[in-house]
Structure formats: structure tokens, C-alpha cells
């Protein structure tokens, strides 16, 4: 039986809202906090059994932020960022969670979020101008507008490997992890997958097993995180500037983290200063390492300059000659998959419990009921970690039969690849809003800052369009198809699409390769949709429907 939560702030006709928000992650509790703040009735469906998102299913070992959490949080509360103490400068997963479990009790949103409750299928009514939503506990409820809050990274993607049916250990995916702790203390571990996930994991699993294996099908690009406990001083400092980071954040970053801008190309320094540079950041760690020169997403041979330090500092780390070289990437730009942030990951293969498989050169044949067998050489493990990644920004959409105009599906409109305007709407789907959908920003950016933005514009415009009595709004093809090509301008303007990365749908066989999202920056990014917003919301069409007049009562 679903926890179902009700009386929501308005009283509406049973099965009947204002909006139906999917998914109870940080956009969703967000957005359903504004929408109720402007009196509107409001169900939020989430499938899993609590709120939080994506921080509610990767409970993998060493899962952590990768954006400072005094940045990775809500700032659309004062009282909030000034109250809640966060513990270490990249949060674990726990406490994220636990953050978002505070807001939802802070901001009393759990009354209006049903849990345990997929969104199965919508169809729009273009009659009435109303959506009918149908969720897995068999229920159709009707909403003016259906709001996608269902994540960029929350489809988590089993591989299609020969043989993993049959293996008889426990069987992980980072992103669907159990919620009782895993403990993997005298076994021997294998872990597939060497993104983010893997690589936060390694480390925290090596110490656990009696010997864990990592399978690497593409060495990645890692740079040090550099955790530690924050100190009241630090939090106080962020705190008492909080006005100023957040409005950096906002309108200047290009990816929504407060930092130090770029001012200078990688090779407008000669090779000791630009070392120096380098060095610095990687001391400092974390995310802006990327932002120490404004021509390294843009310039291969500056990119390389970059690729070339971390590939030293790999080869420093890593004590064997020929595991070095094996971690050393060299497929890809970096940057152009998304960088990961570690705490000894490379540090991890010195140890002696720990040893690197290359799968790229000796691919896994098949899971045998007790090991990994690859290049002909058997690996036996007794518990497998698959670290293997997400049908990223479309996949979580893609679940959901959602019938727009005409009954065509959006599964059947994207088929080509997902098309949208401003990442917001897709035309021939009126009143269906999408939080960070692609042709946003979105993972390129500071998530939390992107949700807010996403959030407030919709509320806005949801808002703009009952003082007005208009019934539908809906992205004109004309629009949609100018920034589609924009998006993809954009991206192809960088060296972005030269990886096969998750933002291009390259790991997921035969998903469309399109650069899902914007790359222009959040602040010119908000600046463009503040103006369509000005412009009377120009590109998006906004209608009345007819209603029957009523008698006048004497
Ligand atoms: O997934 P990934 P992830 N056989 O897709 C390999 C965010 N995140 O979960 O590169 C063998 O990046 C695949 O190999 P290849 C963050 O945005 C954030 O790690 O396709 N290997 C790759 O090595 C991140 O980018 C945090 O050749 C297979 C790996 O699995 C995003 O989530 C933490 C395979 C998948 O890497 C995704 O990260 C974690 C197969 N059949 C994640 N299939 C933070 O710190 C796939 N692979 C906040």
C-alpha cells in the first residue's frame, strides 16, 4: 500500500490538481514548495520510498557529493542555509539524505507526496487542456500541468553482459544499492565500471574486501577531493558571504559553482607557471580544477596541456609502471566526460588486495557463476559491483507513456533524440514542464542551482498564466527547432562531443548520439530564459479554452 499523504494545502475534487509533479527529489520537493506557496493543489508522485532522489537509491560505499555542500544545497531559504551545518566539505550520501528528509519536514511537504507511486502514463486531454495521470497503485487522477522532476541520473542501467543471471554472489548497482549496509569484509569484489561511481567506491570497497578486482573498460580522468570536516569558520564564512556566492553562482558561473573565473588561455602561459597553476588546483581539489584556464573545453592543444598533469600526477601516484599506464586516460579530452572527483582512488591500486583488469583490451566474455571471465583468464569473485552508469536525462523521462498532441508519444517524438525549448517544453506536449530535461544546462552544472532556476521560472510562469485565465502553454516547433540547433552549435563549438560519454546517450547501445545538454553557461542560460519570460514567454504559445457560459443569477 502506498504512504499516501494527503490534504494538500488546497481541497481539491478528489483525483483532481492544479499539477502533478513526478518525483520527490530536490526539484521536486522544491517545486512543490513553490507552487503550494502561490495556493495551487499539488500531488507529487515518487517512486521510491522516501524523498531525496537520487541520493535516496546511490547508497554505494564512498557515494559523496562532487560540489562543496555548502554550494550542492537549496537556496531558496535564508533560514535554511544559514541553519543547517554541514559536516564535511563534500558531504557523504547520508547526510545528504538525511538534508533532504529536513527540508521535506522543515517545509511540511511529505502531505502532499505520495510515496512509493510510479508515474505509468499521461495522457493530454486537448479539450479540457488537463493531463490524466495513471500511477502503478492503479489510480488516474487529472492536473493542468504535469511537471517532469524525475532526474537526469536516476535510471540506473544493468549491463548486457552473457552470464550475470547465473552468477551466484550478490549482484550491486551503484545506483540501485541496498538500503541495509553491505558489508564486504573477506570477500573477493569485483567492480565493473570506472565513472564516478566506481571510482568513489574503489577505494572504500578495497578496504573492505579480501581482494577486489576492477574491470576498466576507459581509464577516467580523477582529480583529488581533498574532504574534510568543515570547521565552523568555514561554514560561518560561506554563510555570512552567502548573498554574493549564490548570486555568482547564478548569473556569472558557467556551471553554477561559485569560483575564480578564468582569465587566460592554457597557452598564453609558459610551462612553469602554467605547471604552478595546475599544481595549485590539484592541491586545492575538486571540480575547478577544470576552470583554471578559459580555453580547456574549447582548445585541444590547451586541453592536452591539462590531460598531460594528470596523467603525471597518475604516474606519480601509482608505484606499478604498467598499471599507471593502464589508469593514464587517453581516449577522450579532459573534461569532455564528466570529471571525477576521488579520495585515493589511484592510490588504491598500490595496494596489494586491489588489481586492474583492462577490459578494453581483454573484454569480459561472460559472468560465470563464481567469477568474471575476460581475455580468457578467469577472475573469481564472490560478490559483483556494477558501477556501469544511467540511461542518463532521457531515460527516466522515457518510462513514462506520455501521450501529447494527437496521441503521439514522446518516446515516438524523440526518437531521433530528445528535442525540446529551453530544455523546458516539447512541442505537441502543452502544460508538460520538464526540471533540468536536455537542451538545459542540467549536469553540466551545479544540479541545485539549475533545479532552483528550472523551478522559479516554471512557478513564474504557471503563476503568469492564471492571472491571465490561459488554460495551455505550449513550445513552438519554430523555437524548439531554433534551439535545438542552438544546443547543438554550441556543443559542437567545444571538444565536448569528441568523448563517448553519457551526454552524447554513447553508453547506452543504440540511443540516439545527440549532446544532450546546454553548454552555453547557467548565467547566460537563465539570461536567455529571463528574457523569453519578459518577451510575454515569446516562442511558447499560450491559450484559452472556451467555456461555457454560465446563466447570470438574479
Ligand atoms: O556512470 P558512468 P557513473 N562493460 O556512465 C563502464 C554522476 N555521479 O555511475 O566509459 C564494462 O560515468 C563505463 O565504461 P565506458 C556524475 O555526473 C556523481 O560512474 O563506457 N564496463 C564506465 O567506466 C557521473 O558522471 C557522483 O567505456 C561498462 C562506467 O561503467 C554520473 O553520475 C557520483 C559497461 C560507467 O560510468 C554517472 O557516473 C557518482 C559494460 N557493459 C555519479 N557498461 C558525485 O560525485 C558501462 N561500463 C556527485
Known amino acids: 500500500m502506498p504512504a499516501l499523504q494527503t490534504n494538500s494545502s488546497k481541497s481539491p475534487a478528489a483525483g483532481t490538481f492544479d499539477v502533478v509533479v513526478v518525483g520527490a527529489g530536490f526539484a521536486g520537493m522544491y517545486m512543490l514548495h513553490r507552487l503550494r506557496g502561490s495556493g495551487l493543489s499539488v500531488r507529487v508522485y515518487e517512486q521510491g520510498g522516501d524523498v531525496g532522489g537520487t541520493w535516496y537509491w546511490n547508497r554505494y560505499p564512498g557515494a559523496r557529493c562532487d560540489v562543496e555542500s555548502m554550494q550542492y544545497s537549496y537556496s531558496f531559504s535564508d533560514e535554511l542555509q544559514q541553519e543547517w551545518d554541514w559536516s564535511e566539505r563534500y558531504a557523504p550520501q547520508p547526510e545528504i539524505l538525511k538534508y533532504a528528509n529536513h527540508v521535506a519536514d522543515r517545509f511540511d511537504l511529505r502531505t502532499d ?94 578496504e573492505q574486501a579480501s581482494h577486489l578486482t576492477v574491470f576498466q573498460r576507459t581509464a577516467n580522468f580523477s582529480i583529488p577531493a581533498r574532504n574534510a570536516a568543515l570547521t565552523p569558520e568555514e561554514r560561518e564564512e560561506f554563510r555570512s558571504n552567502y548573498p554574493e556566492i549564490r548570486r555568482f553562482a547564478r548569473e556569472e558561473a558557467r556551471n553554477g559553482i561559485y569560483t575564480d573565473m578564468p582569465d587566460r588561455g592554457a597557452l598564453d602561459d609558459g610551462d612553469n607557471e602554467r605547471r604552478a597553476r595546475y599544481e595549485s588546483r590539484w592541491t586545492r581539489g575538486g571540480l575547478t580544477f577544470m576552470s583554471v584556464y578559459n580555453d580547456l573545453a574549447l582548445d585541444r592543444a590547451a586541453n592536452d596541456t591539462a590531460a598531460d598533469f594528470v596523467r603525471e600526477k597518475i604516474a606519480e601516484i601509482v608505484k606499478d609502471h604498467e598499471i599507471a599506464k593502464l589508469l593514464q586516460p587517453n581516449s577522450h579530452p579532459i573534461g569532455t566526460k564528466r570529471i571525477c572527483i576521488d579520495s585515493d582512488y589511484f592510490a588504491a591500486f598500490n595496494r596489494p588486495n586491489v588489481t586492474l583488469v583492462d577490459i578494453k583490451a581483454d573484454p569480459i566474455e561472460e559472468i560465470l557463476p563464481n567469477g568474471v571471465r575476460a581475455g580468457g583468464k578467469d577472475y573469481e569473485v564472490d560478490a559483483l559491483v556494477l558501477a556501469t552508469g544511467f540511461d542518463a536525462m532521457t531515460g527516466s523521462v522515457a518510462k513514462i507513456e506520455l501521450c501529447g498532441r494527437d496521441g503521439q508519444t514522446l518516446n515516438q517524438k524523440w526518437a531521433e533524440g530528445p528535442r525540446t525549448y529551453l530544455g523546458l517544453m516539447s512541442a505537441g506536449f502543452p502544460n508538460l514542464f520538464l526540471i533540468t530535461g536536455p537542451g538545459s544546462p542540467s549536469v553540466l552544472s551545479n544540479m541545485i542551482v539549475s533545479i532552483e532556476q528550472h523551478v522559479d521560472w516554471i512557478a513564474d510562469c504557471i503563476g503568469y498564466m492564471r492571472e491571465r485565465d490561459l488554460d495551455a502553454m505550449e513550445a513552438g516547433k519554430d523555437a524548439e527547432d531554433s534551439w535545438v540547433a542552438h544546443v547543438n552549435e554550441v556543443a559542437h563549438g567545444t571538444l565536448y562531443p569528441q568523448a563517448n560519454s553519457w551526454y552524447m546517450g554513447a553508453n547506452i547501445p543504440g540511443k540516439p548520439q545527440i549532446f544532450m545538454p546546454y553548454i552555453g553557461g547557467v548565467g547566460v542560460y537563465r539570461q536567455i530564459c529571463n528574457d523569453v519570460a519578459a518577451k510575454g514567454y515569446e516562442g511558447f504559445t499560450m491559450t484559452a479554452t472556451e467555456r461555457p457560459k454560465m446563466a447570470a443569477s438574479s
Open 113 to 206: 507526496i505520495q510515496l512509493n507511486t510510479r508515474v505509468d502514463r499521461a495522457v493530454f486531454d486537448e479539450s479540457a487542456s488537463r493531463w490524466s495521470v495513471t500511477t502503478s497503485d492503479g489510480n488516474t487522477v487529472t492536473a493542468q500541468f504535469v511537471i517532469l522532476a524525475t532526474g537526469c541520473l536516476s535510471n540506473a542501467r544493468m549491463p548486457d553482459i552473457k552470464g550475470l543471471a547465473d552468477f551466484k554472489g550478490k549482484v550491486y548497482h551503484t545506483g540501485h544499492w541496498p538500503h541495509q549496509p553491505v558489508d564486504f569484509t573477506g570477500l573477493r569484489v569485483g567492480v565493473i565500471g570506472t565513472g564516478s561511481s566506481g571510482i568513489q567506491s574503489v577505494p572504500v570497497i578495497a
